[in-house]
């Protein structure tokens, strides 16, 4: 798994791709949401449309990233989940607590309103 990390227009952009299974790059995601919120970034759009395969140490990074930005008043925002990891989202009920958009420019709307 490989992630890229962005801004745009004040919210940090996570585009991750590969296999979301946590413990390999999970430390890196965190790192850069940390420096982003030292940073008074509060707002996240994680773009995980090449992601083919998440676990639960996965789902645990995206619950912790969701954690940290909503301590900061923040939010997150979940892109483009294949349709396989959007099962997933809503079997394990997590499309309850994490919004879901199309395109990391739908999300970046959807935060800053």
């Known amino acids: 798994m490989t992630f890229k990390s962005s801004e745009d227009n004040g919210v940090l952009v996570l585009k991750i791709e590969g296999n979301l299974i946590g413990e390999e790059v ?17 707002l996240c759009a994680i773009d995980i ?39 997933l989202l809503i079997i394990t009920k997590l499309t309850a607590i994490f919004k879901i958009a199309d395109t990391v420019e739908q999300a970046i709307q959807e935060l800053k309103s």
């Open 26 to 42: 999970g430390s890196g995601l965190l790192d850069s949401a940390n420096d982003a919120i030292n940073n008074g970034t509060a």
């Open 49 to 87: 449309g090449a992601v083919k395969y998440i676990n639960s140490s996965g789902i645990g990074v995206l619950i912790t990233l969701l954690t940290k930005f909503r301590n900061q008043e923040g939010e997150v925002v979940i892109v483009n989940p294949s349709e396989h990891v959007k099962k």
